[in-house]
């Protein structure tokens, strides 16, 4: 088994074979052996670029337009995060982050779209264009090149400066992905975000006026959110408009300080297969039926074909529920 990083540990097993390697774990009988940690590749550029042709494209591109009517490849700009929301689990790159050059980036997106057109990219980041100067540089590298495709990234709402914004327009950027999590500042400030609500609602405006479709994760059930903190989740939802969002419930990852704070209310409740679809797995402020309701009640919020019977019938049973818990 590889643990974290594995190119260098994959390129030296392949050389020594069966010698087993730095970043690797092994069973000796009934025994697990380490070969010791492995430090991460401090200088992602000194890595080669992918080996795009050992990749089937032909049959990546019919899956995609069958499944969905566009072509979308994944790109990557970076390895980590530094911020530390204390229900993230972070077992690969821990609080690092380390960053391709902005030219290395524009480079393959040139690459991937002489050779294969797409029609758009995901950069799957975990949080694309943490220095608002690499992302000023990447701007410029990629209109130099020619270089833009569509693309749709993860970031954070207090990264999404005006500046930012113009130049990830520039680059191409057509959707931003942002954990906004909540409406309301208390719970920000229990999950450690380092957010505040009103920079939320700036980025959404900055994005807007970009024309980049803004998009929020939501987060519901943190531990003391109340049916106040979520009318201001509500309310943030109904003023800003984002495009589009996703709904969780907060879940309790191993190694977590937020898992720490909630495992004795978890029972044995303890593996993602007891999560269930938005399944609370400790003791929330109401029942999973009732933060199901709330999803989809958000979702029709959001939905450009909003249907006015489901919407209402959406939000009655979001009362009722509520009601039913009082």
């Known amino acids: 088994m590889i643990l974290g990083e594995l190119e260098m540990t994959l390129l030296e097993l392949a050389k020594h074979w069966p ?6 774990a092994w069973r000796d009988g009934d025994q697990v052996r380490f070969g010791g ?4 590749v401090a200088m992602l550029d000194e890595l080669p670029p992918p080996a795009w042709d050992l990749v089937d494209v032909s049959s990546y591109r019919r899956a995609w337009l069958d499944a969905h009517g566009y072509f979308s490849l994944n790109l990557v700009s970076s390895r980590g ?3 530390r929301c204390n229900w993230c689990a972070k077992p690969l790159y821990g609080d690092s982050y380390r960053h391709y050059s902005a030219a290395r980036v524009a480079a393959e997106m040139e690459c991937v779209k002489s050779q294969f057109a797409p029609d758009q990219i995901w950069f799957a980041d975990d949080i694309f264009g943490l220095s608002a100067r690499w992302t000023r540089e990447f701007a410029a590298c990629v209109e130099q090149r020619d270089a833009q495709i569509p693309f749709r990234m993860q970031s954070r709402c207090d990264l999404m400066t005006r500046d930012t914004v113009d130049a990830l327009k520039r680059a191409g950027c057509s959707e931003v992905w942002m954990g906004a999590e909540s409406g309301s500042q208390k719970i920000l400030d229990a999950m450690d975000k380092g957010i505040r609500v ?5 980025a959404r405006e900055n994005l807007r006026r970009h024309a980049i479709r803004a998009c929020f994760f939501l987060q519901l059930g943190y531990l003391g959110e109340s049916w106040e903190d979520l009318e201001q989740t509500i309310r943030l939802v109904r003023e800003t408009r984002p495009d589009d969002i996703g709904v969780s419930v907060s879940y309790p990852l191993p190694n977590t300080r937020f898992h720490q704070i909630v495992q ?3 029972g044995r ?4 297969r007891d999560s269930d679809d938005l399944e609370i797995m400790f003791q929330g402020a109401f029942p999973s039926e009732f933060y199901r309701a709330l999803a989809d009640a958000l979702h029709q919020e959001v939905a450009s074909s909003r249907n006015h019977a489901q919407y209402q019938q ?4 979001v009362e009722q529920l509520r009601c039913a818990c009082c």
């Open 314 to 317: 959406a939000w009655d049973k």
């Open 81 to 83: 995060c530094p911020y």
């Open 37 to 40: 940690p492995r430090a991460p």
């Open 19 to 24: 010698e087993q390697a730095a970043g690797t």
């Open 198 to 202: 009103d920079q939320i609602r700036e």
């Open 264 to 266: 004795t209310q978890m």
């Open 269 to 272: 409740k303890a593996n993602w």
